[in-house]
């Protein structure tokens, strides 16, 4: 392999949604660099950095039945058992549920936590408060998606953060999704909530750090056989 196919083959390629806002940054560095070449610099900075932000790298998602990866890259931020978002229907009942908190340095595309098909999908407008915070899960914007799988329903919640202002979805009700799908994405900031059953066999913890599409949040079989995988 040649150098230049290497240092290739280092480089994550770049999602659709974020060429508008990569070419915006582009343009505003060219006219810093005429106006100062300091701030030039500091805008192309930016600009790399935008593109980093949009990047959609392949992943490889472990396949088992009973798996449920990470919708996102990030912290989990809580381990929890609460009542799901009235939005998603799944009931008054707690549930667990497993935040993933995704800073301005994460990959923001998004991917299902298990195959299944979409049941509902449901988009709230509100408020931009900082998406660490619980309330954020009631008062922000959000976009609460329900998959029906053999072991029950399951609730997805794209949630934005204090900078995003723009939640996108790639799917529609009635899609069947394999694990580690890509499913949409948030712009600058936010987190995801994870909803599932009560009982479900956690193997995460707050503060650990989480790659969307590969590492296990949680096992319905606990104790099952190996794993195959895929890669997308």
Known sequence: MSIVNSIRAQIPPVHPEGYPFIGAFALVSLVLFLIWSPLGWIGAALTVWCALFFRNPKRVTPIRDGLV????????????????????????????RVSIFMSVFNCHVNRAPVPGRIERIVYTP???????????????ERNAMVISTQHGEIGVVQIAGLVARRIVSFVRVGQEMAAG???????????LDVFLPEGTTTLVSPGQTAIAGETVLADFRPGEGSRTYRTD
């Open 126 to 140: 509100g408020k931009f408060i900082n998406a660490e915070l619980d309330k954020a899960s009631e008062d922000n």
């Open 69 to 96: 990866v990470s919708p996102a890259d990030g912290r989990v931020s809580m381990v929890t058992s609460v009542v799901p978002p009235p939005e998603l229907g799944l009931g008054p009942k707690p549930m667990l």
């Open 181 to 191: 799908e890509r499913f949409g994405l948030i712009r600058f900031g936010s987190r």
